[in-house]
């Protein structure tokens, strides 16, 4: 069975850090462009960031454009998203998911939900003082 999990979140201050991880059970994500996104309360699920198969590509919402990071280590089969400069708009619950099927190695897919697949169940990011 194809899983994805979430790990990471928790309770920051504004201007501060949190690296999110993504891992796979049952595949290696080294086929895959990795997306990340965000839901919070009463909104819809926002676009967040994306990383290609090969790593070379790599995608960002204008909102955290300069202030997150993501990145792939092909040995631990994970994705990461470094948050820096935290805001308290950052506030969400934070899902990966799968995308780029069958694209090539330096495709990243458009930071739409339709465009991906085996989402995880998401960690919790709060950002408060």
């Known amino acids: 069975q194809l899983q994805l999990v979430e790990s990471g979140g928790g309770l920051a201050q504004p201007g501060g850090s949190l690296r999110l991880s993504c891992a796979a059970s049952?595949?290696?994500?080294?086929?895959?462009?990795i997306g990340w996104f965000r839901q919070a309360p009463g909104k819809e699920r926002e676009g967040v960031s994306c990383?290609?198969?090969?790593?070379?590509?790599?995608r960002y919402a204008d909102s955290v454009e300069g202030r997150f990071t993501i990145s792939r280590d092909g040995a631990k089969n994970t994705v990461y998203l470094h948050m820096t400069s935290l805001k308290p708009e950052d506030t969400a619950v934070y899902y990966c998911?799968?995308?780029?099927?069958?694209?090539?190695?330096?495709?990243?897919?458009?930071?739409?939900?339709?465009?991906?697949?085996?989402w995880g169940q998401g960690t919790q990011v709060t950002v408060s003082s």
């Open positions: 998911a799968v995308g780029g099927i069958g694209k090539s190695g330096s495709y990243c897919p458009p930071l739409l939900p339709q465009e991906y697949d085996t």
């Open positions: 990383i290609s198969r090969s790593g070379l590509t790599t």
């Open positions: 049952g595949f290696t994500l080294d086929y895959y462009a």
